[in-house]
């Protein structure tokens, strides 16, 4: 587990960067990186597990360039091949053995050898990061944190003499989608906590201590998180946030509700307003019961009429105005047809081949695996066809290279263009099936009747 070549490490985060924040997401935020501790300190990073392999890779690329932390990653994704394992321990990731899925003895004696190695990383001065939900999920919440990162961090200190000081820096992730493309994400580093003033402490109940702490930092980055524990009604508000009444709901408390960060603070205050309405008032339980009837009877009507989630909320068009968009996308589709190569490839050939992908938990591989595969594999493969077909076949070396170069645009104009053509589609759909149109609406005044009747305190 060595860094064999710091230039092609440093080249290949450029390259992964460049795939991450700009063809899969639009944009990224980073708050509190001023809390990372300097270069050359010792520290771990525990986070909160949302969104698959996307999780350690954007905290990787938040990094300098010339930093190379090392991740903890589920033992699975080291059984797919020799060649992926190679990059994987090229790149820093190491395998987390868990007792669910390697056995319990497996997982011990493998874990040891990896806490060791992790310690001494962090001893050198390499970050390490790692989830201590052990695994991942797209509710926000959090399963019970396994204090694994905190037996790291204190063999470190104790490679280190204790002389040293060790610090844990919490994390949260949050993402604006965990499906599609050019959405944004966001990562939130809370202050250091320092170690050192509990080596004394460890010595003496290192059990104790490492437990008294975990539950101190899992506390931090709940904190960080749009999180409940009212799992029961988890996909409801979730739902209810992405509305037109959760936009409402963020202007209302000044804040700007396509801005992350601002979407954030507004969805969390919009949760918790609901959950003490839900709470505190007198018929809570039943507006919130007569809520998921509404919510589910909007899915299936929107389901059924081959609309995406909200699409009945935006703007009604005008014919007119439908008819001029439809101008428009019948002029631009030759350049929508060229540029779906490779922009097809990249965004839409991926997730086709992901297994179990109707299951929730498997269905939220779908950014990770485009981005894996864009990397690994079709970025590298459509730039070798090209270059061999333009170059070596035909002879046209300098239009191969234009070409390459505008993929990047093509591929963004292919992404977008191919929305507004489902927004078009589903304007038409709302005009020419209209009393479906004002069934939905009618269904969405309800939901918002019944909303602010939990959220008074704030909606006024």
Known sequence: MKQKNKFGYMLFKHYVR???????????????????PADGEPFIVPANHQNTAIDPVAMVLAYPQKVHPYVLAMGGVFRWSPIINAIWDWVGMLPAFRMDYEGVEDALNRTKYVVDFAATKMMEGHPVMLFPEMDHHDEHWMRTWTPGYLEIAFQAAEKLHFEKDVKVVPMAHHYSSYYGAQGSYLLQYDKPF???PYYEQYKAKPRTTIRQINAILRERVKAMMLYTDDMEHHDLYDFVRKTRFGDDYARHLGLRPDYLPDRLSADKQLWADIEDGVQTKPDGHTIVDKMTDTWQTIRREEKHLHLREHASEAKRLSWPCIAASLLVQLALL????????????WYYVPPMFMPGKEDRYYKLYTQAMQLIVDVLVLVPLTILVTVLVLGLVWGW????VVWIVLWYPLSLFAWYNGNRMRRTFEQVVLRTRKSDAARLDALYTTLYGLLAQLTTKTQG
Not at 397 to 400: R, S
């Open 18 to 36: 460049f795939l991450l924040d700009r063809l899969l997401y639009r944009k990224h935020y980073f708050i509190g990186k001023d809390n990372l």
């Open 194 to 196: 320092s170690l050192m």
């Open 334 to 345: 030759p350049l929508w047809i060229v540029s779906l190569f490779p922009a097809a490839l």
């Open 397 to 400: 070396w300098w239009q191969a």
